[in-house]
C-alpha cells in the first residue's frame, strides 16, 4: 500500500465546495432521519404476481359447504379416537362444543403416543394423511366459530387411556370416511387449482430458476409457504427424522403410494354408484402431485438454499440438471464419447473489454470471461475450461446473478441472441432470439439481485431499454423505451440492489434514471443535461454509475477523476409529479481518471487509469487504496461472494489509513487490466497473483512445432507466447519492443528455429526454446507486412511472402517465370500440393467461386473440376492433415478455413456433400490456422478477437456421416431439385436419350441404338438445355476432364459418358446458387454508363462491338444466330439444330428489336426471356420461368 492519501473531500480545489459545508455526511442523516419501512420507501415496489400470489395464501383450500366432510389436521393423521369424533347423518361435521373439546384435549396432551390395543390406527395410516394435507396446503373451515383452527404442536393422534380404544371395525370405518374426506379435499382443490391467475402459474413454473438470496427469499414472493404457526408437532418431529431433502422428497411419495393403494382395495368393494361418487378422477390428482411437487421445495425457509436445486418444474423434468445440480457439477460431469468431427478443446485469450467475474470460490477458484462468441468458465486450480457457446456473433457484454447462479449472455450482429444460461451445469436455461429485431444486437445488460428480471440497451442508432421477465419464458419484453440520440450511446446498465424496479445508465455525456411501474407497464426516466455552468467545473465524461450505499442517491464517475452525486426523488404514486434525478454534488475525488465504480459491503470501490484501486466508505472518506502493484488501467473488479474472513491472530489484514489504523478487512477480488491481464488479490496476504496474461491486439500468428505439443502465437502488440497445448500450460514469452507487430510465425522442419515475420517488414530468426534471436541482425528489406514465412525442407532457405509489385520485380532479379490463368470469372483463393493419391502429381487450386480444380502440375491442364465446401464464403487457406503411420496414407483429410469457418473435408474431392463440415470458429473472421504435428488438433486465430481455438478432430465421426448419406449417386440426387424422382431429374433423362437420336439423325429411318451412352460432343447441349451455359474454355475443360479420366491407368481416351457420370460433371461444374442478378449487374456496372433514370446502362452499338471483340469472341454468323432465336425471329432453332430453318440468321433484321440502351433487366428479360424473382434484391436468382410462357 502507497503512503497515506489525505481525504480529497478535504482537499477540494480552489472554487470546489467541499461536500462536508453543502452535503452533510451521510451517516449523520441516518441517524436523524426516522427509520422508514421497505414499504413506505418503494411503494411501487408490489408486482401484481405478488398481490395473485398473497391472495391465492390466504384463500387457500377450504371444504365445500354442506359436505361437512371430516376435518382434517396438518400433523399425523390426526383422526381423533371415538369419543372425540361424532358422525351425523347429514354431514358428519365436529359441533363448536366438540371442536373446543378437542382444542383442550391437544392441549393438555401434547405430543403422539403409541395406541395401546389391537383395534388402534396404524401410525403409517397417520403418516399418509400428514403427507396429503403437506401436498394440499392447509385446510380452513369457511363456517362456524367452531372450526378447528391448526395450532403449531398442538392436537396429533394420541391416546385417551379412560375412554377405550377403536375397535377394528370402527377404524375401517373411520378410515373409509377419512378416504371420503381426502376425495372432497381433492376436489376442492381441483376448483382452486383452476382458479389461479396463469400468470402465478407460469411464474411458479419458472420459480427453480431463481436463485436464493440472502436479502430476499423467494418465500416472500409466492403464496405457497407454509405456516410454520399452522404446524404441529408432529410434522416437526417428522421433518426432524428426514436427513436430506430428498428424503423428504421420498417419503411423501412413498406415503401417497401407500394411500392410493388403499383407496384402491376400499374402492373394489364399492357399487358402481359409489365409485361415480368417491372415484378420484386422474386430472385432479395430476394436479395434486404438481402442486405437491412445487410445495416440497419450500417446506423449510432456513433450508430454502440447499432445498432449491431439488425444486421440479414442468419445463425442467425430473431428471433435469439443472434442478439437481451441486456447484461442483460443472466439472465433474464426463464428456463422454466424441460425436462431432470438430469439437472446442480450450481457447486461448479473452476480450479484455468485457468484466471478468469471481464466480466461484470456495473451495475452488472460478472465473467466468467472454472469448469471441464464447463465454468461458475457467477453474484456476484444476486448469480446466468449460464453454458456454450458442452465439452467433461477438458476445457484447454479460452479467450474473448476485449469487453466482445465473449468467446472461447477449451478442451484436445478425440474428443477435440473449442467453440466460446455469453456472452450475453450464446449461441454457432461456433464450431470446428476437431481443433487438430493429437494431444489431445488445449493448448493456443488467441482473436484479433476486435475477428475476434482465434490463438490456440495444446498440442501434436509436438505442431501446428493455426489461424482461426471463424467468416466466416470456419473449416478449414486459416494458420497452426507445431512448433520444442527444443522450449518446448508452453503454453502462445497473439496477438498484434493494429495489427491482430502478435502474441506473450512462453514456459518455449524459446519465440516466430510471423507474419501472410493472402495473401501468411504463418505463419512468429522468436525464438532467450538465454543463459547465452547473457546477462551475468541468465534469468530463462519464464511465460508469452506480446507487449510493444509502439508496436514496446515485454516483456517476468521470474520466477526469471525480463524482457526480445525484438525488433520487420518488414521489408517492398518488402524486402528480414523476420520479426525477438532481444534481447534487460534483465531488473531485482523485487525480486519476475512474474507469470502475463498484460497492462491497460497506465501501465504495474506484479503479482508475493509472492502476490504483481505492475504498471509501458512504460519506466518500477514503478508508484504503493499492497503488504499489504498479497495475495498468483498470477494466474490472470483481469481488468473491464470500464474506471477508474475520480477522485472528493468524490474519495479515493490512491497516486502513484512518486515524485510527483499523484493521482493514475485505473480500478478495479479481482485477482485470487494460492489456490483458487478470489478477487475484488474496486480502488476508495482500497477495497479488496473475491469473490470465494474454495478448491485447489482434492474433494473426500461429504456428505448431513439427514434432512437439507446442503452440505458438503472436500478437500486433508484439507479444509471442508459446503452450503446451496438451497440458494446457502456459511455458515462455516474449514482447518485442513497441512497434513491431507480429503477422507471420513458422518452425523450420527440425524445431529449433523460429521464423517470425512482422507488420513492418522485418523478419527475424528466433531460437525456437528460448525465443531469443537466432542471428545477429533481422532481416530488413521490405516496407510492407512479411504475410508467410516458409523453409525449405533441409532448412537452409528460407522464403517470405509479401505484397510485391511485379511491374519492377526486374529491379530486385525476381523472375517470373510462368504466368497461369486459372478461371474466366472466379480468382484463386488458395493453393496447396494435392497428396499423392493418385499417380499423378497435382496442384489443387480454390477459387472464389466455390470451385476445387486439379491441374496437372507439369503440364498445367485443368484435370478436373469440383464442387469444394459451400458455406457461407470460399476456402481462403487449406492444409492437408499430418498422418504419422502407413495405413494412415491411404485415407487423407484437407482442413480449411473460410471467412468466419473452420472445417474438414475427405479425400479425394468428388462433389459429395456428406464429405465435408464446417463449424463456426470466429465470427468476425478467421485470421490464420494451424495443425498440430500428429493431426489430432487444429488451431485457428481470429484476428480483432483476440482469441486461438483448439479443435480436437475426431475423423471417425466425419466417416459415419458420410455412411449415412448413401453410397454411389444418393447423395448427388440431393443437390437436385427434387431429387431422383423429381421433374428436374426426368427432364434430364429425356434430353439424354434425346441426344442419343440428335446424334444418330432425327430423320433416319434405320433401327435406332439405345444406349446408356452419349458421345462427347452432345455434352455441351444437353448441359445448355438444363439451364447451365458453360463458356468455351469450360467445355473444353469438361472434355478433358472426360476423355483423361482413365488415361493414367489405361492408357485409353473417352469419347463417351454415362448418365450417372453426366450427373456428377454438371453438379461440379454448373454454378454452386444459379445465376444472380448481383452478378449480372456487377458486369453491366463495369462497362456500362449511368444513363438519365440513374441506372447503369451500355448502348446498343456498344453492346454488339463487345460480344464480336471482347472475352471469348463470337462470329457475326453466330452473333445473328443467337439474336435470332432468342428474338424468337427463327423459330426452328439455331444452326445448329439437325431441322433448322432455311432463314438464315443474316437475313433476319434483329437489331431492331433491341433497344438503344440496355440495362440489366433488360438484358435479364428481354433478351434472355429469363424470370427476376419478384422484389429482388442484389443476390436474386434469374429462371428459365418467363421461356415456358
Not at 50 to 70: C, F, I, N, R
Not at 532 to 556: P, R, Y
Not at 1068 to 1086: A, E, L, V
Not at 1152 to 1159: A, D
Amino acid at each position: 500500500m502507497s503512503d497515506a492519501e489525505g481525504n480529497p473531500l478535504e482537499e477540494g480545489e480552489d472554487g470546489e465546495t467541499e461536500m462536508k459545508e453543502e452535503h452533510p455526511d451521510y451517516s449523520e442523516e441516518e441517524e436523524n432521519v426516522p427509520q422508514q419501512s421497505e414499504d413506505d420507501l418503494f411503494p411501487w415496489r408490489e408486482t401484481q404476481e405478488e398481490k395473485e400470489a398473497e391472495e391465492e395464501g390466504e384463500g387457500s383450500l377450504k371444504e365445500e359447504e354442506g359436505e361437512g366432510s371430516l376435518k382434517e389436521e396438518e400433523g399425523e393423521g390426526n383422526l381423533k379416537e371415538e369419543g372425540n369424533l361424532k358422525e351425523e347423518e347429514g354431514g358428519g361435521s365436529l359441533t363448536e362444543e366438540e371442536g373446543k373439546e378437542n382444542l383442550k384435549e391437544e392441549e393438555g396432551g401434547g405430543s403422539l403416543k403409541e395406541e395401546e390395543g389391537g383395534g388402534s390406527l396404524k401410525e403409517e395410516e397417520g403418516k399418509e394423511n400428514l403427507k396429503e394435507e403437506e401436498g394440499e396446503g392447509s385446510l380452513k373451515e369457511e363456517e362456524g366459530e367452531g372450526s378447528l383452527k391448526e395450532e403449531e404442536g398442538e392436537g396429533s393422534l394420541k391416546e385417551e387411556e379412560g375412554e377405550g380404544n377403536l375397535t377394528e371395525e370402527e377404524g375401517e370405518e373411520t378410515e373409509e370416511k377419512a378416504e371420503a374426506a381426502l376425495a372432497e379435499m381433492v376436489a376442492g382443490s381441483q376448483e382452486e387449482i383452476t382458479g389461479v391467475p396463469q400468470q402465478l402459474t407460469m411464474a411458479m413454473i419458472n420459480l427453480e430458476r431463481l436463485p436464493s438470496t440472502d436479502s430476499e427469499s423467494l418465500m416472500s414472493e409466492t403464496s405457497l409457504t407454509i405456516d410454520r404457526e399452522s404446524e404441529h408437532s408432529l410434522q416437526t418431529e417428522s421433518l426432524s427424522t428426514l436427513s436430506s431433502p430428498s428424503d423428504y422428497e421420498l417419503a411423501i411419495t412413498s406415503s401417497e403410494e401407500k394411500l392410493m393403494i388403499s383407496l384402491q382395495k376400499k374402492m373394489a368393494h364399492l357399487s358402481s354408484a359409489e365409485l361415480a361418487q368417491e372415484k378420484v378422477s386422474e386430472p385432479v390428482k395430476e394436479e395434486k402431485e404438481k402442486r405437491r411437487e412445487k410445495k416440497v421445495s419450500y417446506v423449510d425457509k432456513g433450508k430454502e438454499e440447499e432445498l432449491q436445486p431439488k425444486a421440479l418444474t414442468p419445463a425442467m423434468g425430473s431428471d433435469s440438471l439443472v434442478s439437481t445440480s451441486s456447484k461442483d457439477i460443472l466439472f465433474q460431469k464426463d464428456d463422454g464419447a466424441k460425436v462431432y468431427p470438430l469439437t472446442m478443446t480450450w481457447k486461448f485469450g479473452w476480450n479484455s473489454s468485457l468484466p471478468v467475474y469471481y464466480i466461484r470460490d470456495e473451495e475452488q477458484r472460478v472465473l467466468l470471461y467472454a472469448n469471441a462468441h464464447t463465454a468461458v468458465i475457467y477453474n484456476v486450480y484444476k486448469n480446466t475450461q468449460h464453454h458456454l457457446r450458442g452465439h452467433p456473433n461477438v458476445i457484447s457484454c454479460m452479467c450474473v446473478s448476485e449469487d453466482r447462479r445465473w449468467i446472461a449472455t447477449a451478442d451484436t450482429g445478425p440474428d443477435c441472441l440473449l442467453i440466460i444460461w446455469d453456472s452450475f451445469t453450464g446449461i441454457p436455461v432461456h433464450t431470446i432470439f428476437d431481443s433487438c429485431p430493429e437494431g444489431e444486437g445488445i449493448r448493456a445488460i443488467a441482473m436484479t439481485r433476486d435475477a428475476k428480471y434482465l434490463a438490456t440497451i440495444s446498440d442501434a442508432e436509436i438505442q431501446k431499454v428493455c426489461i424482461w421477465r426471463w424467468t416466466l419464458a416470456a419473449e416478449t419484453p414486459a416494458c420497452t423505451l426507445d431512448l433520444p440520440k442527444e443522450y449518446g450511446f448508452q453503454n453502462y446498465l445497473i439496477f438498484n440492489p434493494t429495489n427491482n424496479k430502478e435502474l441506473v445508465s450512462n453514456s459518455k455525456v449524459r446519465a440516466i434514471h430510471y423507474l419501472w411501474y410493472e402495473e401501468r407497464e411504463i418505463l419512468i426516466h429522468s436525464a438532467p443535461l450538465l454543463t459547465e455552468k452547473t457546477f462551475n467545473k468541468h465534469v468530463g465524461k462519464f464511465s460508469q454509475s452506480i446507487f449510493h450505499l444509502n439508496f436514496t442517491q446515485v454516483l456517476s464517475a468521470t474520466l477526469e477523476g471525480k463524482l457526480v452525486v445525484w438525488d433520487v426523488y420518488r414521489p408517492p404514486l398518488s402524486a402528480s409529479t414523476l420520479p426525477y434525478i438532481k444534481p447534487c454534488k460534483l465531488v473531485h475525488l482523485q487525480k486519476e481518471g475512474i474507469t470502475v465504480l463498484t460497492t462491497v459491503d460497506s465501501y465504495i470501490v474506484t479503479g482508475d487509469v493509472k492502476g490504483n484501486i481505492k475504498f471509501y466508505d458512504r460519506t466518500l472518506s477514503i478508508i484504503n487504496w493499492f497503488s504499489n502493484f504498479k497495475l495498468s488501467s483498470i477494466r474490472t473488479l470483481s469481488f468473491s461472494k464470500t464474506p471477508a474472513t474475520p480477522p485472528t491472530e493468524k490474519s495479515n489484514y493490512p491497516s486502513d489509513c484512518t486515524l485510527k489504523g483499523d484493521i482493514f478487512v475485505i473480500r478478495n477480488f479479481i482485477i482485470g487490466t487494460s492489456d490483458a491481464i487478470v489478477y487475484h488479490l488474496k486480502a488476508d496476504e495482500t497477495k497479488l497473483e496473475k491469473l490470465l496474461v494474454e495478448p491485447k491486439e489482434a492474433i494473426c500468428a500461429i504456428s505448431c512445432h513439427p514434432y512437439q505439443p507446442l503452440i505458438t502465437i503472436g500478437s500486433a502488440c508484439g507479444m509471442i507466447k508459446v503452450w503446451d497445448y496438451e497440458k494446457k500450460r502456459y511455458l515462455f514469452s516474449r514482447v518485442f519492443e513497441k512497434g513491431l507487430g507480429i503477422q507471420s510465425l513458422t518452425y523450420n522442419p527440425e524445431g529449433d528455429l523460429l521464423g517470425a515475420g512482422f507488420i513492418e517488414g522485418t523478419v527475424y530468426i528466433l531460437d525456437a526454446m528460448s525465443l531469443e534471436n537466432g542471428i545477429p541482425e533481422p532481416f530488413n528489406y521490405s516496407r510492407t507486412s512479411v504475410t508467410h514465412i516458409s523453409f525449405s525442407h533441409n532448412s537452409q532457405y528460407m522464403a517470405t511472402a509479401i505484397e510485391y509489385n511485379l511491374l519492377g520485380s526486374y529491379k530486385n532479379h525476381l523472375e517470373v517465370l510462368d504466368i497461369h490463368q486459372t478461371d474466366q470469372g472466379n480468382y484463386p483463393t488458395c493453393m496447396i500440393w494435392y497428396p499423392p493419391l493418385t499417380k499423378e502429381l497435382f496442384l489443387l487450386i480454390s477459387n472464389s467461386g466455390y470451385k476445387v480444380k486439379l491441374f496437372n502440375s507439369t503440364t498445367k491442364m485443368c484435370r478436373k473440376t469440383l464442387l469444394g465446401p459451400v458455406f457461407g464464403s470460399p476456402m481462403e487457406q487449406v492444409q492437408v492433415l499430418p498422418v504419422k503411420t502407413a495405413m494412415e496414407l491411404e485415407r487423407r483429410y484437407l482442413v480449411f478455413i473460410n471467412r468466419d469457418k473452420v472445417g474438414l473435408q475427405i479425400l479425394p474431392i468428388d462433389g459429395n456433400p456428406h464429405k465435408t463440415c464446417a463449424i463456426v470458429c470466429h465470427p468476425n473472421g478467421v485470421a490464420g490456422m494451424a495443425l498440430s504435428h500428429n493431426g489430432h488438433y487444429i488451431f485457428t486465430a481470429g484476428g480483432q478477437d483476440l482469441s486461438v481455438v483448439q479443435w480436437e478432430v475426431n475423423l471417425s465421426a466425419l466417416e459415419a456421416a458420410v455412411s449415412l448419406g448413401g453410397e454411389d449417386l444418393i447423395p448427388f440426387y440431393g443437390l437436385v431439385s427434387g431429387g431422383r424422382e423429381g421433374k428436374f431429374y426426368r427432364e434430364l433423362e429425356d434430353y439424354f436419350y434425346y441426344s442419343q437420336l440428335r446424334s444418330q439423325g432425327i430423320d433416319t429411318m434405320e433401327a435406332r441404338k439405345v444406349s446408356e451412352h452419349i458421345c462427347l460432343s452432345e455434352v455441351p447441349f444437353v448441359m445448355r438445355a438444363i439451364g447451365f451455359y458453360p463458356s468455351e474454355e469450360k467445355i473444353d475443360d469438361i472434355f478433358n476432364e472426360i476423355k483423361f479420366s482413365e488415361y493414367v491407368d489405361t492408357g485409353e481416351v473417352i469419347d463417351k459418358i454415362t448418365l450417372p457420370d453426366f450427373l456428377k460433371v454438371y453438379l461440379n461444374h454448373r454454378p454452386p446458387f444459379g445465376y444472380t442478378m448481383s452478378s449480372i449487374q456487377k458486369n453491366f456496372d463495369i462497362l456500362g454508363y449511368t444513363n438519365s433514370e440513374g441506372k447503369k446502362a451500355i448502348r446498343r452499338e456498344d453492346f454488339l462491338r463487345l460480344l464480336l471483340t471482347k472475352g471469348e469472341h463470337m462470329t457475326e454468323e453466330e452473333l445473328s444466330d443467337c439474336f435470332a432465336t432468342l428474338l424468337g425471329l427463327n423459330p426452328e432453332g439455331w444452326t445448329s439444330e439437325p431441322a433448322a430453318s432455311s432463314l438464315k440468321g443474316s437475313e433476319v433484321r434483329w437489331e431492331e428489336e433491341l433497344p438503344e440502351e440496355i440495362t440489366a433487366e433488360i438484358f435479364v428479360t428481354h433478351i434472355l426471356g429469363l424470370n427476376i424473382s419478384p422484389g429482388f434484391e442484389q443476390d436474386a436468382e434469374v429462371s428459365e420461368g418467363a421461356r415456358e410462357i
